[in-house]
């Protein structure tokens, strides 16, 4: 086989990088879309697909400004009427939607105390909009946009031995458990008055049986869902040898899903823990998908945690001190981490502090009381806001640092959120910092 030049594999490695971030972001920013919400219908959500024309779509917003003084409520008129015009504003820097269409989110914000706040956002998604759509709401439609977070690929998985059976699915970095079924097969231990060739008959029976079943209900749920079965790359099966080798040889499976056999795997367990065991094992197989990443990287990790002068860090403060030197080689970040960078100054001298906060649904560091200047007791204001995500991400690019965004649908990353405050790193070499 060919080796990929050293360039190329760079390159790839950055693309790589770029999606996971863009992915985040994107993730990040449905999240924020999601806590907004208006009074009656006044939230305007407008998906323009990329095979729109620009002039079509300010042409139908202007259409429904006309149509906006059937509106009774003269607050909620006005306030549509205005987030058509900073619509209609914003699309006149588009000369045509970008590759992937735009959505645009619009309308007065509740910001608390009776207030409301003009808010327009412009998203571009990672995947073609297909259809257009006006829609007015007390919060924005996001439904198509969330369709878009579905993992592109997912793995089928099936454990079994002569007692029973349970299938399930990966996706991206989450296995969930779909089904089971229990064997009437008899053990090895024939009853009295059976003869032993009769005896082995009728288990042999009972096991192709229980086979079948097991290869009619996994193949059907599997099939179900045809918007499933088109991102259905392959099947893991899991189990005692030699059952689960005949169980593959014997063809029980529904052809569409015997042809997209990966592999057998050994797994000890044939429960829903069996699925976590089956995926544990097949990291072979699994190469190069999220979950196996993911994985390899926590493992080194825990591997130098371990170890008595371990190159790793966890916690902010280590690891920001850790970046800082240029001593970190891979950050791994958790997705679920929800805290801001916040810079806060006096306007009156030149006092400022740093601080690291958390990210609270629905409420804006803006509007927080930040104290007094300890030097000259002038009220202190937000200077600055930024993602911590971003913010040491940014940091790790000044040194070559590679960043993993790890998920918490994975034990690995549940841990690293829940253990080390979704902030870890594996060091170039031990600190002690």
Not at 11 to 30: G, N, V
Not at 62 to 81: A, L, M
Not at 156 to 162: A, E, K, P
Not at 185 to 195: A, F, Y
Request: glycine share 8%; aromatic share 8%.
């Amino acid at each position: 086989m060919a080796e990929i030049p050293v360039q190329d594999y760079a390159k790839q490695q950055e693309i790589e990088k770029d999606e996971a971030r863009k992915r985040y972001e994107f993730k990040k920013s449905l999240e924020r879309l999601e806590e907004k919400q208006g009074s009656g219908t006044e939230l305007i959500s407008l998906y323009i697909p990329p095979d729109k024309q620009i002039y079509d779509v300010t042409a139908q917003l202007r259409d429904e400004y006309g149509q906006c003084s059937n509106i009774k409520s003269k607050q909620t008129r006005t306030n549509v009427q205005s987030a058509i015009s900073s619509i209609l504003a914003r699309l006149k820097y588009y000369k045509a939607p970008p590759e992937n269409g735009m959505a645009v989110f619009c309308g007065a914000i509740n910001i608390g105390g009776d207030k409301t706040d003009l808010e327009s956002i412009i998203v571009e998604p990672p995947e073609p909009i297909k259809t257009y759509s006006y829609r007015c709401s007390s919060s924005f439609e996001l439904e198509t946009l969330k369709d878009m977070l579905d993992d592109r690929v997912v793995h089928g998985l099936l454990v079994l031995d002569l007692q029973e059976a349970y299938w399930g699915i990966l996706t991206g970095t989450r296995i969930e458990p779909i089904g089971g079924t229990q064997s009437m097969v008899p053990n090895k231990q024939r009853k009295g008055g059976q003869s032993s060739i009769r005896f082995a008959r009728n288990r042999e029976i009972a096991i192709n049986a229980f086979f079948s079943k097991v290869g009619e209900q996994s193949s059907e749920a599997f099939l179900s869902d045809p918007k499933f079965f088109d991102r259905f790359k392959g099947l893991i099966v899991g189990g005692p040898m030699p059952t689960r080798e005949d169980f593959v040889k014997g063809n029980y499976l529904h052809h569409e899903v015997q042809k997209r056999l990966l592999g057998s795997i050994d797994a000890s367990y044939t429960n829903e823990c069996g699925l976590r065991e089956l995926v544990f094992n097949a990291q072979e197989l699994l190469r190069g998908e999220e979950i196996s990443d993911e994985k390899r990287e926590m493992s080194r990790f825990f591997a130098e945690l371990r170890k008595e002068n371990p190159a790793a860090a966890y916690g902010e403060a280590s690891v920001r001190a850790n970046l800082e030197a240029g001593a970190v080689d891979t950050l791994l970040l958790s997705e679920k981490l929800r805290e801001a960078r916040l810079t806060i100054s006096c306007g009156n001298c030149d006092y400022q502090e740093i601080k690291t906060m958390q990210i609270e649904p629905g409420k804006r560091f803006r509007d927080l009381p930040f104290g007094r200047c300890p030097k000259c007791q002038s009220p202190l204001v937000l200077e600055k806001e930024e993602d911590i995500i971003d913010e040491l991400t940014a940091l790790a690019d000044t040194s070559n640092t590679r960043v993993e965004i790890i998920s918490d649908s994975s034990e690995e990353g549940g841990t690293l959120l829940s253990a080390f405050g979704g902030i870890a790193a594996v060091l170039r070499y031990p600190t002690g910092m």
